[in-house]
């Protein structure tokens, strides 16, 4: 007999299935080579290292998915402590600043290990890389996989550029 938890995750619909995933997987399969920039809208930003987008894939195919800045880790707006939540504000309004400078692209696109999403290098008009600029203006820190530290502890203290 399955426990209640393996039963209901095999009863409900997967993730895996849903438009989200299947419109993320055909942009980061059909983005071509690494450097190909494809244009984006963007339509809200989620929080200081995510925002979601339309992205003009191709003539003819526009596709909606959640964009993940590559290479970065910001302070999560479902925080674990007020300092964390004042910096994930102040991050998510850093990177809508820059979202809103215009001729938004992406490059560079791959998977994420959210279905639903991608994670790509981001550019815009004045901007030649989001995560970047999001590191040297102290709103993020350098990440590239695997464990991260909270941010609660060192909340006081500045990001290590």
């Given amino acids: ?3 209640v938890r393996d039963w209901v995750r095999r009863s409900l619909p997967s993730s895996a299935d849903s438009q989200a995933a299947r419109d993320a997987e055909t942009i980061w399969k059909r983005a071509g080579r690494a450097d190909a920039r494809h244009a984006v809208d ?24 959640r964009v993940r800045l590559r290479g970065i880790d910001a302070p999560e ?53 989001l995560s970047t600029a999001m590191i040297a203006s102290g709103h993020a820190r350098s990440y590239n996989g695997g464990h991260r530290n909270g941010w609660c502890a060192n909340a006081s203290q500045p ?3």
């Fill in 77 to 129: 707006l479902k925080a674990s402590c007020p300092q964390e939540l004042q910096l994930a504000e102040a991050a998510t309004g850093a990177l809508r600043s820059l979202l809103g400078q215009g001729d938004v692209a992406i490059f560079n696109i791959g998977p994420d290990k959210y279905t639903g999403r991608v994670v790509a290098d981001v550019a815009t008009r004045r901007t030649a890389s």
């Fill in 159 to 161: 990001f290590a550029k």
């Fill in 42 to 65: 963007v339509i809200r930003t989620i929080d200081g290292d995510t925002f979601e987008a339309r992205v003009h894939l191709e003539p003819g195919l526009d596709l909606n998915t």
């Fill in 1 to 3: 007999m399955l426990p």
